[in-house]
T-cell receptor, first 114, second 110 residues
């Protein structure tokens, strides 16, 4: 199994809603990531989990709250988002070794905040 | 921290070659290359580590000049399937902290 699965694929939410994005991988990767991608822009790093611990938070607003319940799952909890948060949210995973490895990306959740 | 890519866009006919460049102002440990088709996730192509190695993937290869902090992606005899946006990505001695370049949109026409 060499896939990263993200759900839902599309999400429309109001600015007062609470929702969660889910990501799952079964490749035994111990690093997982959340990226945000706006149209015609490169993905931007949001959060990094290494061995289920948050290792990097790229100064993301607190309305985004990541969670890594176990080595296969990664969640992104959303609350009180703004319309400018509308974007494609990508989850990725990679091995954690003494040498860098390529990332495997999920197909993303396309989020629209209304 | 974001690497700079050039050109921003390339239009090719099938069978033509292209080079995409990526440069950074920071010392790099590795450079990754990804291709993203419209509406899809980025797909990993290859990674080059400090040491100036060159790698290949079918008719797509890349080089990494660590002295100049530059990498180039070479697409040979392009195919329609090569169309998409190519991103380089770099880690600056922290390979959990990875930044994508601005992207190069490649359009291969019949």
């Amino acid at each position: 199994d060499t896939e990263v699965t993200q759900t839902p694929k599309h999400l429309v939410m109001g600015m007062t809603n609470k929702k969660s994005l889910k990501c799952e991988q079964h490749m035994g990767h111990r690093a997982m990531y959340w990226y945000k991608q706006k149209a015609k822009k490169p993905p931007e790093l949001m959060f990094v989990y290494s061995y289920e611990k948050l290792s990097i938070n790229e100064s993301v607003p607190s309305r985004f709250s990541p969670e890594c319940p176990n080595s296969s799952l990664l969640n992104l909890h959303l609350h009180a988002l703004q319309p400018e948060d509308s974007a494609l949210y990508l989850c990725a995973s990679s091995q954690v070794t003494d040498r860098p490895y390529g990332y495997t990306f999920g197909s993303g959740t396309r989020l629209t905040v209304v | 921290q974001q690497p700079v890519q050039s050109p921003q866009a390339v239009i090719l006919r099938e069978g033509e070659d292209a080079v995409i460049n990526c440069s950074s102002s920071k010392a790099l440990y590795s450079v990754h290359w990804y291709r993203q088709k419209h509406g899809e996730a980025p797909v990993f192509l290859m990674i080059l580590l400090k040491g100036g190695e060159q790698k290949g993937h079918e008719k797509i290869s890349a080089s990494f000049n660590e002295k100049k902090q530059q990498s180039s992606l070479y697409l040979t005899a392009s195919q329609l399937s090569y169309s998409g946006t190519y991103f380089c990505g770099t880690d600056q001695y922290n390979f959990n902290k990875f930044y994508f370049g601005s992207g190069t949109k490649l359009n291969v026409k019949p």
